[in-house]
């Protein structure tokens, strides 16, 4: 594969400990440079604002809730008010912060709990959603929960945006965290191919491993890890397989609705990809068990209280 060209410079250190990538053990791979220190992957070259607007485009949220065919935008419903109940059982009473909203569809279900929500996301039209960063949120404190749901992978300053979390949380406050693993089996089996690398989207590549300690030290004790919570463990496993077939196959957006694309799929390789994911459906949801039992889930979710 070609080096990416984002137009921007080469990643100088780990946008998660800080890491020099000018000291030894830096890896630089195709999209990435994964620390040496704690692990983790820093997208590089550092794609340019021009080049994320342009990766992001007005395909990846087409319309509110229209974003996947079949039954995909039901799913997410259902998942959402899973997660909604979780958080209302977990946080103390409080405002709820969903950092990086999306459409809405969690807030929304927090909302239908009888929790005061707000929600960060740029570009949405939903009334509880601004468009405006954590940083510029003036007020300490304040809130119960914080939920950085499939976010802080797209941010380039993640360990600045969990650090103002902690600042937002009252004292007892729970951070809500779903990203994908890079320590995870489905990323060592597909490597450049894997679907949650999501270049230049995703612009910080933890493992689990580094998350947890990075959170330790910003002040937030880890209350729950699951492997299964975080969710999308079958969907990267079962793009990865089907990318992996002759005829450059794509599962993931053959699956979106024709508006919520980045790429055109003809009829022929949608129906393709589609009838492909189906026959090999059995064995990525196999080999997510077998990640999930071995530890190296291809997600990870962590609630952690601030101490
Ligand atoms: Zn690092």
């Known amino acids: 594969m070609t080096a990416p060209d ?4 080469r990643a100088t250190r780990c946008v998660w400990c800080g890491s020099s990538f000018e000291s030894a053990g830096v890896r630089r791979r195709y999209g990435r440079a994964i620390c040496g220190h704690c692990g983790s992957g820093t997208t590089d070259p550092v794609p340019t604002a021009e080049s994320l607007d342009a990766a992001y485009g007005d395909w990846y949220w087409p319309e509110a809730g229209q974003r996947f065919s079949l039954v995909g935008d039901r799913l997410l419903r259902f998942s959402r008010a899973s997660m909604a109940s979780r958080i209302d059982r977990v946080a103390p009473a409080g405002r709820i912060l969903d950092v990086g909203a999306g459409e809405g569809t969690l807030i929304n279900a927090l909302a239908a709990r009888g929790r005061e929500v707000r929600g960060l996301e740029r570009n949405s039209g ?4 601004e468009n405006r960063e954590i940083h510029e949120i003036g007020e300490d404190g304040g809130f119960a929960g914080i939920v950085l749901w499939h976010s802080l992978e797209h941010m380039g300053a993640p360990r600045q945006i969990v650090t103002e979390a902690a600042r937002l949380l009252e004292p007892g406050g729970v951070i809500f965290i779903a990203v994908p693993n890079l320590a995870s089996l489905q990323a060592a089996t597909f490597g450049d191919l894997w679907l949650h690398l999501d270049l230049p989207r995703h612009l910080f590549h933890p493992t689990s491993r580094a998350l947890q300690a990075g959170l330790g030290e910003i002040g937030f004790e880890i209350t729950r890890v699951s492997p299964t919570r975080a969710g999308q463990l079958v969907i990267g496993w079962l793009d ?6 002759p005829g450059q196959l794509n599962l993931y957006h053959s699956l979106r609705r024709r508006l919520a694309r980045r790429v055109e799929v003809g009829a022929g390789k949608r129906a393709a990809a589609i009838a492909a994911g189906v026959i090999l459906l059995p064995f990525a949801v196999l080999a997510a068990g077998i990640e999930i039992v071995s530890g190296r889930p291809g997600t990870i979710y962590v609630e952690a209280r601030r101490v």
Do not use: K
Request: no cysteine; aromatic share 8%.
């Open 6 to 9: 984002w137009s921007g410079q």
């Open 126 to 129: 939903h009334a509880s959603i």
């Open 240 to 245: 990865g397989m089907v990318a992996r077939l």
